[in-house]
Structures are given as C-alpha cells and as structure tokens.
C-alpha cells in the first residue's frame, strides 16, 4: 500500500458522518445572546471609555444619589454619538450578510458576494459621482438633496451592476457562474478605474469624501441616517420570508426549481432588487465593506445547515455581531485615530476566502 | 421544437392516459430529453399543442403545473450541504413539515434511503443522488395528487446512475404509482427494462416518432436495426415479451467510408453546404 493510499485510509470519511441540525429557536436566540453582548461590550469600549458599572445610569435605567459628575458626558457620548453608530453598524452588518446569502442562493455558488462581484463597486462609483458632481456648478440645484442622493445614487448603482451582471450571465434562461463571477471583477474593475478618474477631478474635500468610501467607515453615523437603514433592513427581511423557500429549490437548478413550482424569474427578479437595494444602502451608510457577505453565511452554513428559513434572519444577526465587534476595534485599536473598518473585515475576510478556496479543492481541512 | 435552427423534435403526437406507463426509447440526440421538457412545460413548442387534463399547459402557473405533475431531471447537482431529508421535504413545496412528514416518510423508504436521511446529499454516491431526487419528486407528486388526484410523473434517465438492485426498485415504484392512476412517463436506454415494465414503448428517431405500440409489437429485429443501427435477433419469451441479449447484437459498419485526413479537408464536411 502506498503512503498516499494508507493516508487516504486515515483520513475521516464524509460518509459516515450523520448530520443533525441544532433547533432553529436555539440558535436564533444565541446569536440575539451574542448580539446583546457585543453591543454591550460596544457601548462601553471607545476614545472616552465608559466602564460598565456606569452604564445603566447613562442609558438612563436609573438616577444616581449623589449625581455622578461623568453621567451628563456619558449620556451624551451614548446618545450622540456610540448608539447611533452602534446600531448603523448591526443593521449594515446585517443588510451585507443577507444580501450575501440571497446571492449566492440566487447563483448556486458560495463564493458569491456583492462586494467581490462588483455591486458594491457599482454603489460606491455612483456614490462617488454624485459627491464630485452635486458639488460642482453642474449639479448645483441638486445640492440641497445631498444626503438624501447619496443613498439613492449608491442603489441605483448596485441595481444597475446587479441587471448588468445578470443580463451577461444569463443566455436563454440559464445562469452561467463562471462568467458571472468574471463579468463581475471586470465590472469592478471598471468601477473602480472610474472612481479613479473621480478621485483625479475631485478637490481636497471631496478626495476625502470619496477616500471614505472606497475604505469603509461607520464614523459618519447619526439617527438620522439610522432611520434609513431601518425600514429598509424591515422591508428586506420581510420580503425574504417570501423568497426562501424558492431560494432553497433553485439550489437544485433553474429546472427543477421551476418543476417543483417556483416562478424562476420571478424569484431572480425579486432577489436582485433585495440585494441591490441592500447592497446599495449599506454602501451609502458606510462605503465598501467587503467580505461579510461570503463569511458570514458561510459560517452558518456549517452549523445549522443551508435552507434559507433560518439561513438569512441568522445571517441577519451574525452580520450584526460580525460589524459591531469590526467597528469597535476599528475606533478602539489606533484610538484616539480611527482605522476604516473595511481595511478590517478585509484583513479577516480575505484569509478566510482563500481558506474557503483551497478547501475546495482539498488542499486544506478547515 | 428548434434551437438554434436545428429542428429537436417535430410533428409528434403522443398521448397519455391516467394509470399508463410509457418509455420513451430512442439512440442518443434523438429528442427524447426535449421531449420530456416539452410535456413538463420547461420549455414552449414552436407550434402545435400540449394538453394536460385537457387544458393547455401553457396556462398553468409553475405553482399551479408543480401540483399536476412532477418532473426528475437527468442531473441535478447540489451546491450546498443539504441532507437527504431536507431535500425530499422539498418536494413538499408549501405543506407544513408535520403534514408532510408521513409522505417523506414513505418516500425515503421507497428509495431505501431511510438509513441515509441525515447524510449531507453531495458526500453520497451519484445513485443514491440520484434516489433522494426520486424520493422529492415522489412527495411532490403524492403531495399534488392529494389535492387534484392523480397526476403526471415524468422521469427522465430515472435508472441511469443505479445498479440493477435500485434499477428495479425505481420502476417498480413508477409502476405502483401507474397502478393507482397515475400517468407515468419514462426515458428509458435499456430496452428490456422498458420491455418489462411500460405499457407502451414509443420510439423517437431523429426528432420524430417512429414507433408507439405495445412492447411485444414494438422492439423487432428491423426497428433496431433502422433506429439503432445494430444488428440484433431479438429473442422472445413463451408469452412473446421480446428479450435482447448482448450476445445476439452486432453494431451496423459505419455507414460512411473512413476517409483520408487530406480527403476530409478536401471535402470540409463541415461546411453548411456539405451537411
């Protein structure tokens, strides 16, 4: 026997593995456990700390006697600042994570991503147009709806990558991955060139403003921006209850999906114009983050299995956890400086997707 | 039906009764699977058209056609690490999972995957696969016919990746089903499998039907010969069901002389004027 074939004898058969998945309440109410968590350990960590025994008192669950003289700037430090940007960053954690997992149920293939496919490129383009150009005389009567445009510009942006993508991809009703996923970085690449060209027209100001989306930062959240991600984060998760069944039969093909009755396009058409639209707020709230969307359902996909019932609201939550842990190290570890959290989830989420590859193709047990 | 300018099938009628089995057999790029995509209602045909319980199959919904018939493809290939369960309840479509559970139940057994119900699909071999696709598409079917009765279950290649054992379990099972009223419809290769369990044998060559009879009347010695360009003796039982041996079959010579590579190129056999 050679030594290949007698490692091959040592090596743990997937065939005699039986698998039982944990109940679906369990595992939803852990990771709600763990959220609560993070977002506690968030609210205490940051450039002026606020330790725990402080923070029932500025979250303002009880009155202190005597009066602690930190309560006022604790208050004001939660209220104005770490809560809304705490939350900013569990709803875009979420709306990423999500929209991840719907798109690679929509393309049978766990390596797809808005981000690695360019959608998230497309939004931040779109977003960075309408910075140069809404503050130049040309878009001057536009001015007055910047914040509002933004969000919009990084949608339709996602949308419009999204249909192109997927009008390459698909040839008389098929869906070809490969090129799907090759159109997609040529589409970033595109993108990406324009940004440059954006960056090179673009004065000091808007350098910056552009540089904040291209590397990700949650430092520009307020509740006013809160209060966008909110009803779309709703809507989406509401509108996923209708698509999950459906996601989970076009695993088995466009084919069989559409033999077990599921109307094909139908679902291809609702699920892009989620993940667009997912794809396109989160970019607007905080520029490109990439990566949580191929990590996290990942992740879950190894532990409670692939069917999208309980896939995309655990997504929903890991996602959350993921971007609040991300964006509290990312003001915690060069404080007082700020580090752009997509520099961070890069660092983890890069790793982890060669890891996801190589174990494809069996180089390595992970 | 045409694609791409090439006619796949064309000027077939076929139909098909309640508690019938049928094979379709036929050499390979005979039309047989777009046939079957054809009555599945997967894709349209270019003129005529299709029925099913007298309505035309175009104005169902997929929702609506799921619940009249059920369809198991060639190959299906799953991505994600679906159980074998998980998989059969998809053919439950819309029913509650306690609903459906005594139908997944029967399923599994009818496959003989009851043991294999919390393996992941894509660690099995291509039959037992091939088996758990089986066992969703009987749900789905058994599911549909609760509400509408008896239904359409087509079948394309259903045997091609099982050994003998499973081979006979699987059309048994169509077979049952045909029993209870059910129409079935199946592509079968080995002819006396098809000899043993259809009612009818129709033959497709080329894009069209050349043959829709009973099996005894059906596979003769010159439709193989014609359709599947072998020489055969087919043998016949005491009850006169035909049998083919192997041993009795002798592949036609190739119908065109072997040519020289310069003659070939001369020739360009494959230019539009030259085929």
């Known amino acids: ?366 | 039906m045409a694609i791409g300018g090439v006619t796949l099938v064309d000027g077939i009628d076929l139909s098909v009764s309640g508690g019938e089995m049928i094979a379709i057999v036929g050499p390979n790029g005979a039309g047989k699977s777009t046939l079957l995509r054809l009555l599945s209602g997967d894709i349209s045909a270019a003129s005529g058209d299709i029925r099913l319980k007298q309505r035309d199959l175009r104005a169902y919904s997929s929702r609506q056609l799921a619940l009249h018939r059920a369809m198991l493809s060639q190959h299906v290939s799953v991505t994600f690490p679906f159980t074998v369960e998980e998989i059969v309840h998809m053919g439950a479509g819309d029913q509650g999972r306690a609903a459906a559970e005594p139908l997944v139940e029967a399923a599994l057994d009818e496959a003989g995957l009851s043991d294999f119900r919390h393996r992941k699909l894509p660690t099995l071999s291509g039959g037992e696969q091939q088996r758990a696709h089986f066992a969703r598409v009987l749900v789905q079917l058994a599911c549909g016919e609760a509400i509408h009765g008896p239904g359409l279950l087509l079948l394309d290649e259903p045997t091609s990746s099982l050994d003998l054992r499973h081979q006979i379990d699987l059309v048994e099972t169509a077979r049952r089903r045909a029993a209870k009223g059910t129409a079935v419809v199946a592509i079968l290769h080995d002819l006396n499998l098809a000899v043993r369990f259809a009612d009818r044998i129709v033959v497709l060559h080329r894009g069209r039907k050349v043959a829709d009879d009973v099996p005894a009347k059906t596979v003769t010695d010159d439709l193989i010969r014609k359709v599947f360009e072998i020489e055969a003796r087919v043998q016949r039982h005491s009850d006169g069901t035909p049998l083919l041996l192997p041993q009795l079959m002798t592949a036609i010579e190739a119908r065109f002389p072997e040519t020289s590579c310069a003659e070939t190129e001369r020739s360009e056999p494959w230019s539009s004027s030259g085929t």
Request: with cysteine; aromatic share 6%; charged share 10%.
């Open chain 1, 1 to 366: 026997m050679t030594a290949q074939a007698s490692a091959d004898l040592k090596r743990p058969t997937h065939r005699a593995r039986h698998f039982t998945r944990p109940p679906a309440s369990l595992v939803l109410i852990c990771l709600l456990g763990v959220l609560a968590g993070a977002a506690i350990i968030a609210l205490t960590f940051g450039a002026a700390g606020i330790p725990l025994a402080r923070l029932p008192a500025a979250l303002g669950f009880w009155t202190e006697h005597p009066v602690n003289p930190l309560t006022s700037r604790d208050q004001l430090v939660l209220w104005s600042i770490r809560i809304p940007r705490i939350a900013a960053a569990a709803m875009v954690g979420s709306l990423l994570a999500v929209s991840g997992a719907i798109m690679q149920g929509l393309f049978r293939n766990p390596l797809a991503d808005p981000a690695l496919v360019g959608v998230s490129s497309g939004g931040a383009f779109a977003a960075a147009v309408a910075i140069v150009f809404t503050d130049s005389q040309l878009g001057e009567s536009l001015r007055f709806m910047q914040n509002e445009l933004l969000p919009l510009s990084a949608f339709v942006g996602s949308l419009a990558t999204t249909v192109i993508l997927y009008a390459i991809a698909n040839r008389a009703g098929r869906t070809s991955i490969a090129i799907f996923l090759l159109a997609g970085l040529a589409i970033a690449a595109i993108a990406n060139a324009g940004i440059g060209l954006l960056v090179f027209m673009a004065d000091d100001r808007q350098l910056r403003d552009i540089t904040f989306w291209m590397l990700g930062s949650l430092s520009g959240a307020t509740w006013a921006k809160t209060a966008v991600i909110a009803p779309v984060l709703a809507a989406a998760l509401i509108a996923c209850l209708w698509i999950t069944r459906g996601l989970d039969l076009l695993v088995l093909g466009e084919a069989e999906a559409f033999h077990s009755g599921v109307d094909v396009e139908r679902l291809k058409r609702i699920s892009i114009v989620l993940v667009s639209a997912m794809t396109g707020v989160a970019v607007s709230i905080c520029g490109v983050v990439g990566f949580v969307g191929i990590v996290v359902p990942h992740l879950l996909r190894l532990v409670i299995g692939p069917a999208h019932r309980l896939l995309l609201p655990a997504s929903a939550l890991l996602g959350a956890i993921l971007l609040v842990g991300a964006d509290t190290l990312a003001r915690t570890i060069v404080a007082p400086a700020e580090m752009p959290i997509g520099i961070l989830t890069a660092a983890v989420g890069a790793p982890f997707f060669l890891a996801m590859l190589l174990r494809q193709r069996g180089l390595v047990s992970l």
